[in-house]
């Protein structure tokens, strides 16, 4: 089945610094990938869409030139937390979709735990 | 924009119990799918819905579409410690995600 491999698992940065986060589709491509971020026992926030080739989409609220996305490629997408800051740490994950509808079920990445100091 | 909402937001069972979660959206639907999310785990997809009205079974576990396409439901048969998670909807084009159902279960 679909994979999607995120990496780092878990990173503790200091305030000030930028973060990297990746997420690769193993055994597919993935034109769009979805990166999200996570509360303690709430929802999936969705924050962008990735969109391979062409700038991510971003949903109301959230800062593009704060949370940088980068899709490079079919398998590849970037999301790098610039200037990180103590309310940033949360639970990052990304998603990609298996098929080319938009009916076509998401894979989730492993998600990255940001623990900003 | 398009809102899923979903109730209970806690489930708490007692082991071989039965319980339902509840998706609701103000508007239709073109499909829903239902995800489980394991303690610090991340989502898995279990399945999805399509047709007004469609039922589909996995298991002790039964998802059912509302002939409007509004809504939705999980009902899951004599629950067990492995059923423990979050289970969430997530709807339409954009597939917006319900707050989730928590569910803990005690032997």
């Known amino acids: 089945g679909a994979v999607v491999s995120q990496h780092p698992s878990r990173v503790i940065c200091k305030s000030g610094t930028s973060v990297k986060i990746e997420c690769r589709s193993l055994d597919f491509q993935a034109t769009t990938m979805f990166w999200y971020r996570q509360f303690p026992k709430q929802s999936l926030m969705l924050m962008a869409t990735s969109n391979e080739g062409s700038k991510a989409t971003y949903e109301q609220g959230v800062e593009k030139d704060k949370f940088l996305i980068n899709h490079a490629s079919l398998t590849l997408s970037t999301l790098t937390v610039t200037s990180a800051h103590p309310e940033d740490s949360s639970f990052y994950i990304c998603?990609?979709?298996?098929?080319?509808?938009?009916?076509?079920?998401?894979?989730f990445g492993n998600g990255t735990r940001l623990t900003v100091t | 924009g398009q809102q899923v909402m979903q109730i209970p937001q806690y489930q708490h069972v007692q082991e071989g119990e039965d319980f339902t979660t509840y998706c609701n959206s103000s508007t239709t639907l073109s499909n829903i799918q239902w995800y489980k999310q394991r303690p610090g785990g991340h989502p898995v997809f279990l399945i999805q819905l399509v047709k007004s009205g469609e039922v589909k079974k996995q298991k002790r576990l039964t998802f059912q579409f509302g002939e409007a396409k509004k809504n939705s439901s999980l009902h899951i048969t004599a629950t067990q410690t492995t059923d423990v998670g979050t289970y969430f909807c997530?709807?339409?084009?954009?597939?917006?995600f319900g707050a989730g159902t928590t569910v803990t279960v005690r032997a």
């Open positions: 998603s990609a979709r298996g098929g080319t509808g938009y009916n076509s079920p998401l894979h």
């Open positions: 997530a709807g339409g084009s954009r597939l917006s």
